[in-house]
């Protein structure tokens, strides 16, 4: 039973008529890949998914009702990780965390401190942004991400400036949240060492042509 | 692990909060609004005329439109950083209604630039030959002229977000809509300086906040949505 599925979404970016009756269904605890060239839409379809674009058309069902992309309830299980990671440089890494999942949920202080550990951060935990390197920095977005615990994830290149152990928490991370029932939308060309069950992949950028 | 949902209204709670704890890290921020103020109001005695009783007589226009340049001055930053390091996306995303997460970072605004503002009025005041009685006139004035001009500035600040260096348009945009505050702010301070009862304009500054509260974070909200795109 999929618990997301999309029919008959066309987008236009100005002149471009980018994503052409796309259509796909991600079922519990699967990772759906988004792949394609530059260019092709990933970012497009993944920001019109998490309600931050509008779309020419889109049906989409989550969890076996009809939603809009902008509903709160929809917004309110789903997580999107953009390319920039909306942490504040004068805050501390904690700080920037305790706000940014404070907006969905309660967040006691060791929730804060237990999602630092979980990616690794603890020794920067009480440094401001401005000071961390853009990899430590993508490190605090993710902490942030895993304890939303929402139920869909919307990432967009997850492993940007992350080095190999980085990676491979990425990889952990969805892992984490594919064993517990979430579902993962994810434009990256990175092997997540999953599964096959545990994985699907959606190649756009196909019909990409100008009109 | 459980997990309680954060309501909207302490969601709004945490944004002014935020703003208010990152404004006090960079002060400076902060003081560039009030500084701006102080010198043009200043300017006035040197650039004008040092005798107190033509000062008077420009003191409401000279307070007003300093009051409004200053916290133009300061709205270009509202959405600025929020917007380039993907804090408003979060905002959009976060399965909280906008309205009230806009109406939190314009209630921060003006208690960082339109409250110190209205706090400051009176001093210049002084300088320009205001008597003392009508100081509670001017300040409940400003009081209601600076919310509205926030209020007004975040929509403006909200449909300027996709523009590269939109400061000039931004003024262009939010000017207009200000001139009304402008024009009976200025005569309630007239005639708080001349000791006569200000509250026709009062009230009708009362009715622009109103209004302003009412529908402004609502067109902020859905300016941002399109300044995202």
């Known amino acids: 039973m999929s618990e997301l599925s999309v029919k008959n979404l066309h987008v236009f970016r100005g002149e471009r008529h980018l994503l052409r009756g796309l259509g796909f269904e991600v079922p519990a605890g699967c990772c759906l890949q988004v792949v394609g060239a530059n260019g092709a839409g990933k970012t497009t379809l993944l920001r019109v998914m998490s309600g931050l674009l509008e779309a020419e058309s889109l049906e989409l069902t989550w969890r076996g009702e009809r939603v809009e992309p902008r509903d709160p309830e929809y917004h309110a299980e789903l997580s999107y990780l953009g390319h920039d990671p909306a942490l504040k440089s004068d805050f501390t890494a904690a700080e920037n965390i305790a706000f940014n999942v404070g907006l969905r949920r309660r967040v006691a202080s060791q929730d804060v401190r237990s999602a630092l550990a979980r990616v690794s951060a603890e020794k920067f935990s009480d440094r401001p942004i401005r000071s961390l390197s853009a990899g430590q920095r993508r490190r605090v977005a993710l902490a942030a991400l895993w304890l939303s615990g929402t139920r869909l994830w919307m990432l967009d290149e997850p492993a940007t400036n992350l080095d190999a152990a980085g990676q491979a928490l990425v990889a952990s991370l969805i892992q984490e949240q594919l064993s517990g029932g979430g579902l993962v939308m994810a434009a990256t060309h990175q092997d997540l060492g999953l599964p096959a069950a545990q994985r699907a992949s959606l190649e756009i950028g196909v019909h990409g042509v100008r009109t | ?229």
């Open chain 2, 1 to 229: 692990m459980t997990v309680r949902r954060t309501t909207a209204f302490s969601a709004a709670g945490l944004v002014l909060t935020r703003d208010l704890r990152l404004a006090v890290r960079r002060p400076s921020q902060l003081i560039q609004p009030l500084a701006f103020f102080a010198v043009v109001a200043l300017l006035f005695p040197l650039g004008y005329t040092p005798e107190l009783g033509k000062l008077r007589a420009i003191a409401p226009g000279v307070l007003w439109v300093g009051a409004l340049l200053a916290s133009m001055l300061a709205l270009e930053s509202l959405f600025r950083e929020d917007a380039s390091d993907g804090t408003l996306e979060q905002f959009v995303v976060c399965g909280q209604p906008l309205v009230a997460l806009m109406a939190a970072k314009t209630l921060a605004h003006w208690l960082l630039t339109g409250l110190p503002l209205t706090l400051m009025a009176p001093v210049l005041g002084i300088a320009l030959g205001v008597p003392v009685e009508a100081m509670p006139g001017i300040l409940f004035s400003l009081l209601l002229g600076t919310v509205t001009l926030s209020l007004i500035g975040a929509v403006g600040a909200g449909l300027t977000l996709g523009v590269r260096r939109g400061g000039v348009l931004l003024s262009l945009l939010t000017l207009p809509l200000a001139v009304p505050v402008l024009v009976f702010g200025a005569r309630a301070t007239e005639l708080a300086i001349s000791g006569e009862s200000l509250m026709g304009p009062l009230y009708l500054l009362g009715a622009l906040a109103v209004l302003g509260i009412t529908l402004a974070p609502l067109a902020a909200a859905a300016a941002v949505r399109i300044g995202l795109e």
